[in-house]
């Protein structure tokens, strides 16, 4: 009887010794979440609040300065001197300046051919113009077949150069300085670049070069980009809609109030002369477009963007390929405002106001905070509300700002405006790769100069090989993202 008592307590005595564990750990948790936990998430929740408020007031004014221009403003054309170029019987051709194509490219199987063509048609005199082919490729295979594309188009008259280096120091901004150096490049007056997957119109040269030729205070006109395989997924709608945005509202506002913004890259015209002022491609960070215009501008050079002149391009349809690009765009800013803070506030050639324009709306609000606080906010200050009711987010942080700053991002592209949902649940899975790019940029971690060519699928309006519609889009372990 002894035994079986002791048996029927011992139960009892380990129910209630895990109870009072519990108990105990639940008092501890207590006094930590309100000597620690709430006010560190009160604090917390101040910081995101008025990152948010700042880039609220940023895309409102934005939107605004867009808009009172689109209703009042002038066309690029108004604001600025535009004259066709116009034959002259003496002169001839000459009255044209001589301009340089830029095309770099590493391992371009599926492209190579659309970009190479599409240079070789624009319209320009066939002597006032020079193609030039970068190849960085590793593939000796691929390297062939742009050889023989080049060779195809100089035995039909084209003044075409295929140019390729022993090393890939600086990635794309050395090759591009390579490029520079030959003797035919120096003679050009202005430079052109196109990734390898962009396809100008035949009219390019002609809708952009006037502009440069007639008001010599222009250093950079840019144009926006057309994407061909928009409809791919819906990833690449997803993409549509936040670069439709960037160029529609983030460009066109920069060119409108201070004849400045962040080069693409691609699909721009430079002038010359303001490229070697400002000191030429530095291969220090991963934009080495951005840092070039910022040089530049800092320099007094004016840019123009032009909405309406649009070159066709391709947008990452693979997101391990989205991915590595939006670690490049997310950190090499942040490295560049690293870089360049002090220059920009010692610069004395440019307004008190274009430089505070460039540090605080151009590089520390959409560079750095914008990607900071959509993760911060919406993905860890709010939820952390739900486990921790003590602190409350004010209901115009979680609904009336997100709502409208959502809003003014989506007008841009209205035929997806239906997909604003889905649009603010793949930013926010984004989110966390360019807020950790963001600050291995800020601090110069060991990827912060980390380079992968973004991945192409060639012409979307194709229909794709036998080969290529086996071949799996990615391996199952690339579905799964530990972090």
Not at 187 to 200: G, H, K, L, S, T
Not at 370 to 397: D, K, N, S
Not at 415 to 437: D, G, Q
Request: charge should be positive; aromatic fraction near 12%; hydrophobic fraction near 45%.
């Amino acid at each position: 009887m002894e035994k079986l008592s002791t048996m029927g307590i011992l139960p009892e005595l380990l129910v209630g010794a895990q109870d009072d564990i519990a108990g105990k750990i639940m008092l501890i948790w207590g006094q930590v979440k309100v000597l620690l936990v709430v006010p560190f998430l009160r604090i917390f929740m101040y910081i995101n609040l008025v990152m948010s408020i700042m880039l609220f007031i940023e895309k409102v004014y934005m939107a605004m300065v867009v808009a009172i221009n689109k209703l009042f403003g002038k066309k690029p054309e108004q604001r600025y001197k535009w004259e066709p170029f116009e034959d002259d019987v003496e002169l001839g051709s000459s009255v044209y300046p001589l301009v340089l194509v830029q095309i770099p490219m590493f391992n371009e199987k599926e492209v190579y051919q659309l970009s190479i063509g599409a240079a070789c048609r624009l319209s320009w005199p066939s002597d006032r113009i020079v193609i030039q082919v970068l190849d960085d490729s590793t593939d000796s295979l691929i390297k062939g077949m742009v050889q023989k594309e080049c060779q195809s188009w100089e035995s039909k008259g084209v003044n075409i150069h295929y140019q390729v280096r022993d090393n890939r120091k600086g990635y794309k901004a050395g090759a591009l300085k390579e490029g520079l150096k030959h003797h035919y490049a120096k003679e050009c007056e202005y430079v052109v670049i196109f990734d390898a997957d962009f396809q100008p119109e035949p009219d390019f040269l002609t809708q952009t070069i006037p502009f440069l030729h007639h008001n010599p205070e222009l250093g950079l006109i840019q144009a926006r980009w057309k994407f061909v395989n928009s409809n791919d997924c819906l990833m690449t709608r997803m993409q549509e809609m936040s670069l439709d945005y960037h160029f529609k509202v983030e460009q066109e506002s920069g060119s409108i109030t201070y004849a400045f913004f962040g080069f693409n890259g691609t699909a721009g015209v430079w002038r010359m002369a303001a490229l070697d002022e400002a000191g030429g491609w530095k291969d220090r960070t991963t934009v080495e477009d951005m840092d070039l215009a910022v040089r530049a501008s800092l320099k007094g050079w004016k840019f123009l963007y032009i909405g309406s002149l649009m070159v066709k391009n391709e947008l990452p349809s693979v997101l391990k390929a989205y991915r590595y690009q939006q670690h490049r765009w997310s950190c090499g800013p942040a490295n560049l405002f690293r870089k360049m803070f002090f220059e920009i506030m010692r610069n004395k050639r440019v307004t008190l106001w274009k430089k505070l324009y460039v540090l605080y709306s151009f590089f520390f609000v959409r560079k750095i905070i914008a990607h900071i606080v959509t993760f911060t906010l919406y993905c860890v200050m709010i939820p952390a509300t739900v486990l921790i009711p003590e602190v409350m987010v004010p209901r115009w942080g979680t609904i009336y700002v997100p709502t409208i700053i959502t809003l003014l991002n989506g007008v841009g592209t209205p035929r997806s405006f239906y997909l604003v949902v889905f649009w603010v649940l793949f930013e926010n899975v984004m989110s966390l790769h360019r807020t950790k790019a963001t600050f291995i940029g800020l601090f110069e971690t060991r990827r912060v100069n980390e380079w992968v060519v973004t991945e192409k699928q060639g012409d979307a309006s194709k229909p794709k090989t036998t080969t290529q519609q086996s071949q799996p889009r990615f391996q199952i372990c690339e579905r799964y993202i530990l972090l």
